[in-house]
């Protein structure tokens, strides 16, 4: 008889990008619990410089560990980008992010093996992604692209609007000069506006974006350490914020198009004594 494990899993993001990725979770695993948290009051982390990302991190991680869960989602690219190795040496519990199912899914998708990469400037300089496509084909031709204003305007007041359409254009356009067939959405805020891009980029440019490869990597990790939670119940989802609660509760709902009741505060403070 299977052991069946309650703790939830812990899934962490600079905002509200990740609830892409946990909605694909509360899909895929609806028998698990989850405790989310978005690091708001030090958003956005691309702008960042790597070390300071992976000291959020591992702060982060420090603190869903003391909060008991049984399994860390990295849900930001440029965290996964910054710290995943760091996380996953220093955490008792294993630790999933977002990136190489997105690398692996680009790879099969790929006719032309010209591969795009729109994220955040983080994401692109710490070069995880064309580590990861390279180690799977090194035939690729691989070209990155740092958005830095798309997260601002898609956490904006009008995230469907000209300006995030304009943006989305000024991005496209180096990658369509290179007739890249596949596009990476490198950043978990970016399906928010994947209307936009199969606008931009039209029918024959795939588009990937790996909420469904993450959260199927979660189920089979859970499965293969023997953690999972028994079938057949409703899990339940709770959330936290470093910033404002109203404001994370309003945003959210966009985000992960389910409700969102409550969110607690969690300071910053609280997130260093963890790492202390």
């Known amino acids: 008889m299977l052991a069946m494990d309650p703790r939830p899993v812990g899934v962490f993001d600079s905002g509200v990008g990740g609830l892409t990725v ?5 899909v895929t695993m609806p028998n698990e619990d989850f405790v989310y ?30 909060q008991d869960v049984k399994l860390v989602l990295v849900a930001c690219n ?26 692996h899914a680009a790879v099969q998708a790929t006719r032309n093996r010209h591969v795009g990469l729109l994220a955040t400037a983080a994401t ?7 580590e990861l496509v390279h180690a799977l084909d090194a035939g690729i031709s691989f070209h990155p692209v740092a958005c830095p204003l798309l997260v ?38 970016y399906p928010l506006i994947r209307k936009i891009f199969e606008r931009v980029f039209g029918r024959d440019v795939s588009l990937v974006f790996s909420a469904e490869e993450t959260a199927r990597e979660v189920a089979e990790t859970l499965a293969r350490k023997g953690v999972e ?39 910053v403070a609280t997130l260093e004594e963890a790492a202390a």
Request: aromatic content about 6%.
């Open 78 to 103: 440029a965290a996964t980008s910054a710290a995943l190795p760091r996380l996953q040496e220093e955490l008792s519990v294993p630790v999933v992010g977002v990136i190489a199912p997105e690398a």
């Open 152 to 189: 601002p305007l898609i956490e904006g007041d009008d995230p469907y609007g000209e300006e995030t359409e304009r943006a989305a254009r000024e991005y496209a356009a180096p990658l369509q000069a290179k007739g890249v067939d596949t596009v990476i959405l490198g950043c978990t805020h």
């Open 124 to 130: 692109v300089d710490a070069g995880r992604y064309d």
């Open 22 to 26: 946990l909605h694909e979770c509360l």
């Open 37 to 66: 948290l978005g690091d708001h009051a030090r958003l956005p982390y691309g702008p960042r410089p790597l070390e300071e990302i992976r000291r959020f991190a591992r702060e982060i991680g420090a603190y869903l560990s003391q």
């Open 229 to 267: 939670n028994e079938r057949g119940r409703e899990g339940v989802y709770r959330f936290l914020t470093t910033g404002d609660p109203a404001a994370f509760r309003e945003l959210g709902r966009r985000f992960l198009q389910l409700p969102v009741r409550e969110v607690e505060h969690v300071t």
